[in-house]
């Protein structure tokens, strides 16, 4: 196991100093008058002093700790974790993008409305959607902006009765939470013996006060819901509307849209289907699509064109307000609508039938040596099950320790609940046949460990920076801050 090197404190030396910066140019205030005595410190703040190469060095080293779809192939189920093209990062880093300042006045920031109105078309295109905003920041933003766009579509109606949302077993974890935040009932609906919707279990559920039903089409495991049109007439004959999830969108871009199986309302994750940087905090985006019905209620502003001058349109009386600071994150919409003009629609077909294809083959190769629990055609991703090899004593959460030790990053463990000590593995698009057979190769190696050494495995990693961690008590006394002993 690497040693892990000094901490900065520890590395502090008085007297060093790591930063010069220019004279002030702006006349100098006493600090009384820019900050109120009470909340000026009493004494210095204690920061370690070091020399600029020295804190150079240290950071640098730490960012090589660092694990990312730059340095190694990322199977992270249900994230789309693919290739961030560079092309992608040149475009927004253009001064005429990344210099704007939301405040300027339209006609000075023409261009960059522009963008944004084409990249409207393009999704409207991509999902058989009205109308979108681009102001979520995320995929869970995008959701509860769409169902607060639901909500205030039924209490327009004079429907306000209408308090429950049906949310599948298969579901991303962040849906029932959303429901919750925009103060609905959770109600949830259980998978039949292929994993899918139960149809029989939907019918009952619905009732008058059915707001909606959220769905991930294909779903969490994986697999397309077969009965969608049957789904969605019997939420929609109940008055309810259909919300599509668009965390999976990358297993049929170019195959079929959410608008032509039924659904109302949509949201993309542009920081997973359309290549910009995902994970770490963000930024991410994610923008909202909607039927006719349902756009006087989209937050404002939206972006339309008059005589061919773009400009901010506030005029929705129904909206539900904004949603985001100024106009969403633009920089990552930069980045998402380059991505689709690179790739065409022909490209964009081809990366969905590549990561189906890719998932498949990998599914295929390591159903051999761990039990899959739905055996059969996958889209994106599929969900392996750890419980065999739980019972040998080292579950999903080891075979997960046992990659990182092999260099690999593992896939999502222990999810989605509907399978028992679940691995979600999505290889994506941009991953090549050799990489997918060393993944391979590694799992079996893993499941070899298991049958021979159990207790070994489940006591791992041993070659990373810091071994097995305490993780029930670090959950329940979390150190947050260094202090010196």
Same mark, same amino acid.
């Given at each position: 196991?690497?040693?892990?090197?000094?901490?900065?404190?520890?590395?502090?030396?008085?007297?060093?100093?790591?930063?010069?910066?220019?004279?002030?140019?702006?006349?100098?205030?006493?600090?009384?008058?820019?900050?109120?005595?009470?909340?000026?410190?009493?004494?210095?703040?204690?920061?370690?002093?070091?020399?600029? +190469?020295?804190?150079?060095?240290?950071?640098?080293?730490?960012?090589?700790?660092?694990?990312?779809?730059?340095?190694?192939?990322?199977?992270?189920?249900?994230?789309? *974790?693919?290739?961030?093209?560079?092309?992608? $990062?040149?475009?927004?880093? =253009?001064?005429?993008?990344?210099?704007?300042?939301?405040?300027?006045?339209?006609?000075?920031?023409?261009?960059? =409305?522009?963008?944004?109105?084409? *990249?409207?078309?393009?999704?409207?295109?991509?999902?058989?959607?009205?109308?979108?905003?681009?102001?979520?920041?995320?995929?869970?933003?995008?959701?509860? &902006?769409?169902?607060?766009?639901?909500?205030?579509?039924?209490?327009?109606?004079?429907?306000?009765?209408?308090?429950? !949302?049906?949310?599948?077993?298969?579901?991303?974890?962040? %849906?029932?939470?959303?429901?919750?935040?925009?103060?609905?009932?959770?109600?949830? !609906?259980?998978?039949?013996?292929?994993?899918?919707?139960?149809?029989?279990?939907?019918?009952?559920?619905?009732?008058?006060?059915?707001?909606?039903?959220?769905? &991930?089409?294909?779903?969490?495991?994986?697999?397309?819901?077969?009965?969608?049109?049957?789904?969605?007439?019997? !939420?929609?004959?109940? @008055?309810?509307?259909?919300?599509?999830?668009?965390?999976?969108?990358?297993?049929?871009?170019?195959?079929?849209?959410?608008?032509?199986?039924?659904?109302?309302?949509?949201?993309?994750?542009?920081?997973?289907?359309?290549?910009?940087?995902?994970?770490?905090?963000?930024?991410?985006? +994610?923008?909202?699509?909607?039927?006719?019905?349902?756009?006087?209620? =989209?937050?404002?502003?939206?972006?339309?064109?008059?005589?061919?001058?773009?400009?901010?349109? #506030?005029?929705?009386?129904?909206?539900?307000?904004?949603?985001?600071?100024?106009?969403?994150?633009?920089?990552?919409?930069?980045?998402?609508?380059? #991505?689709?003009?690179?790739? @065409?629609?022909? +490209?964009?077909?081809?990366?969905? @039938?590549?990561?189906?294809?890719?998932?498949? #083959?990998?599914?295929?190769?390591?159903?051999?040596?761990?039990?899959?629990?739905?055996?059969?055609?996958?889209?994106?991703?599929?969900?392996?099950?750890?419980?065999?090899?739980?019972?040998? @004593?080292? +579950?999903?959460?080891?075979?997960?320790?046992?990659?990182?030790?092999?260099?690999?990053?593992?896939? &999502?463990?222990?999810?989605?609940?509907? !399978?028992?000590?679940?691995?979600?593995?999505?290889?994506?698009?941009?991953? &090549?046949?050799?990489?997918?057979?060393?993944?391979?190769?590694?799992?079996?190696?893993?499941?070899?460990?298991?049958?021979?050494?159990?207790?070994?495995?489940?006591?791992?990693?041993?070659?990373?920076?810091?071994?097995?961690?305490?993780?029930?008590?670090?959950?329940? %006394?979390?150190?947050?801050?260094? $202090?010196?002993?």
């Amino acid at each position: 196991m690497r040693k892990p090197k000094a901490l900065l404190f520890e590395m502090s030396r008085s007297g060093r100093l790591g930063y010069s910066l220019p004279d002030c140019d702006v006349p100098e205030k006493p600090l009384a008058e820019l900050i109120p005595e009470k909340h000026q410190r009493s004494e210095p703040l204690d920061l370690p002093e070091l020399s600029e +190469g020295e804190i150079i060095r240290h950071f640098t080293e730490l960012s090589t700790r660092n694990f990312g779809v730059d340095t190694g192939f990322y199977p992270l189920g249900s994230c789309t *974790m693919k290739y961030n093209p560079k092309v992608n $990062e040149e475009t927004a880093a =253009l001064s005429g993008f990344s210099l704007l300042h939301p405040c300027q006045p339209e006609e000075t920031v023409q261009g960059a =409305l522009e963008l944004l109105y084409k *990249m409207e078309q393009e999704l409207k295109e991509l999902t058989g959607m009205d109308r979108f905003t681009l102001q979520p920041a995320a995929g869970a933003h995008g959701e509860l &902006t769409g169902l607060m766009v639901i909500q205030a579509y039924h209490h327009h109606r004079g429907d306000s009765k209408r308090n429950r !949302v049906l949310i599948p077993l298969s579901a991303h974890g962040t %849906n029932p939470a959303t429901v919750s935040m925009a103060g609905y009932e959770v109600v949830q !609906v259980p998978c039949d013996e292929r994993g899918l919707v139960d149809l029989e279990a939907l019918k009952e559920a619905v009732d008058e006060n059915t707001s909606a039903l959220m769905l &991930t089409n294909p779903s969490t495991l994986g697999l397309f819901e077969e009965d969608i049109v049957a789904i969605a007439r019997t !939420v929609h004959e109940a @008055g309810g509307l259909l919300y599509y999830d668009g965390a999976n969108m990358n297993a049929i871009m170019g195959y079929i849209r959410p608008g032509d199986m039924g659904f109302d309302v949509v949201h993309l994750n542009l920081h997973k289907t359309m290549s910009t940087p995902h994970g770490g905090g963000g930024p991410g985006s +994610g923008p909202v699509g909607v039927k006719e019905r349902l756009i006087p209620f =989209l937050p404002v502003p939206l972006v339309d064109n008059k005589n061919d001058q773009f400009f901010f349109n #506030y005029d929705l009386p129904e909206s539900i307000g904004k949603m985001h600071s100024f106009y969403g994150n633009f920089g990552v919409v930069v980045k998402a609508y380059t #991505y689709l003009r690179m790739m @065409g629609a022909e +490209g964009l077909k081809q990366a969905s @039938g590549d990561a189906v294809l890719n998932a498949n #083959y990998l599914m295929n190769l390591l159903k051999k040596n761990y039990w899959l629990p739905y055996d059969r055609i996958c889209k994106h991703e599929f969900v392996l099950s750890a419980k065999p090899e739980k019972k040998k @004593g080292a +579950g999903a959460g080891d075979i997960a320790k046992a990659l990182l030790d092999r260099g690999f990053h593992p896939p &999502t463990v222990y999810f989605p609940l509907i !399978v028992e000590d679940a691995l979600m593995i999505e290889p994506t698009e941009t991953e &090549t046949k050799e990489t997918l057979d060393a993944f391979a190769e590694v799992m079996t190696e893993i499941a070899k460990d298991i049958d021979e050494d159990a207790e070994k495995v489940a006591h791992g990693p041993y070659n990373t920076v810091v071994g097995r961690l305490d993780e029930v008590q670090a959950a329940r %006394n979390p150190v947050l801050r260094w $202090e010196k002993k």
